[in-house]
């Protein structure tokens, strides 16, 4: 079973999708993820996404589709998107792809999360810059034991750019205004799932391998 994340930021889609790699063998999509690869890369294209992203707006349906596009045709297995679609544009262009790779076993997965929360997640998150481990400053139990390194490979901890405050209120209502809509789009389907994301990443866990349970089978 196929898994599409919906959620506001930061409402903890890559902890899970981590989980879900490590215990279930998913392989995980991030568009967010792809994007910092490009930016990365400091090219014309990169500076351009990295200047979208740090006012908090999405990057052009035209980008992300196509470096989407790429990922899903070379994918062998199941595997989680978490980050697309996120507005009614890009769900009908999912669609169109998923009936040109005869991708029909699916399911989206809304998490939701007060934006109370989601801000307080966004401003502490800090991420490993050696092996992208993240870490939370504001919650006890995902903070590093040594404040700003990174507890699995020792290397330096760092804020995303775009987890600033000011930032994190223009992708909460991109995400309202533009994201929501999915939702409804998915229920129409009959492809959606909807979570209560205000509690432990684990336990949230928990209520997915519930939820799935038959449906999705170990990693070998
Ligand atoms: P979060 O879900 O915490 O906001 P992501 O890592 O998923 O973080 O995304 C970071 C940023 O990358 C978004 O704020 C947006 O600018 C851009 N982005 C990611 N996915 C998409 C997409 N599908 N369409 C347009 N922009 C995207």
Known sequence: MNIIFIAPPAAGKGTLSDKLVTKYGYKHLSTGDLLRAEIKKENDLGKKIE??????????????????????????GKFILDGYPRNIAQANTLNGIFSELNIENYVTIYLDLEEELAMKRALGRVICGGCGASYNTYFENFMPKNEGICDKCGSELKHRSDDTEETFKV??????????????????????????????????FKIIEEMLGAQMTLKK
């Open 171 to 204: 992708r909460f209502s991109t995400y309202v205004e533009k994201t929501s809509p999915v939702l409804d789009y998915y229920k129409n389907l009959g492809k959606l799932e909807v979570i209560d994301a205000n509690v432990e990443s684990d336990e949230v």
């Open 51 to 76: 200047e979208i992203i740090s006012r908090g707006e999405l990057v052009s349906d035209d980008i992300i589709t196509e470096l989407l596009k790429n990922e899903l045709k070379s994918i062998d």
